[in-house]
């Protein structure tokens, strides 16, 4: 018997992009540019002896540097966001979206705890790539199983689909996922 697609716990190995656009802290942000528009994307990860020391986005360009009229051989080191952010490709999927609301930031790098090095990037695009498939296995599933034993379950964190509150204990209630005050 196949086990449904939502069932497995999605892994953020299983959607990070591994193409890293990388630059080291002393490179200008016109560079930094280039990179992003050789790679296709909107950030450029500042790593220094293989570690992830920063990161910056098209938006750090704009607001931290065009809109404050820095010169395009600016080094990305006094732009770059840092401390950053990361998760590890263990991470699953669900919690990391998670992670991404509540700092309000759509990229996350992906970090191999045990090396410490950077091996992907996942973003909020990576996320809804599968979410569709994702959730509508879901939902078929618990058509055909009501209630989907998530009574049972210990612990989900999320927000709450009535009050729109985070919680760490939602509760699946007559077909949606609440907190206990709106249970």
């Not at 016109?30 to 790679?39: C, D, R, S, T, V």
């Amino acid at each position: 018997m196949k086990v449904p697609f939502f069932r497995k716990r999605l892994k953020v190995r299983d959607v990070m992009t591994t193409d890293l656009a990388k630059v080291t802290p002393n490179t200008t942000l016109q560079q930094a540019a280039k990179k992003m528009k050789e790679y296709r994307v909107g950030n450029v990860l500042v790593v220094e002896d293989g570690k992830l020391v920063g990161i910056v986005t098209e938006m750090d360009i704009v607001r931290k540097a065009v809109a404050k009229n820095k010169s395009p051989k600016t080094k990305v080191k006094e732009i770059m966001a840092n401390p950053v952010i990361f998760v590890s490709p263990d991470d699953e999927i669900m919690h990391i979206s998670d992670k991404m609301l509540m700092n309000n930031i759509t990229r996350l790098p992906v970090v191999n705890l045990e090396k410490k090095e950077v091996v992907g990037i996942v973003t909020m695009k990576d996320i809804l790539r599968v979410l569709p498939s994702f959730l509508l296995d879901k939902i078929e599933w618990l058509r055909v199983h009501p209630g989907g034993g998530a009574k049972s379950s210990k612990r989900v964190k999320g927000v709450c689909e009535v009050c729109g509150k985070f919680t760490n204990n939602l509760r699946f209630s007559k077909g949606l996922w609440v907190c206990e005050d709106c249970e």
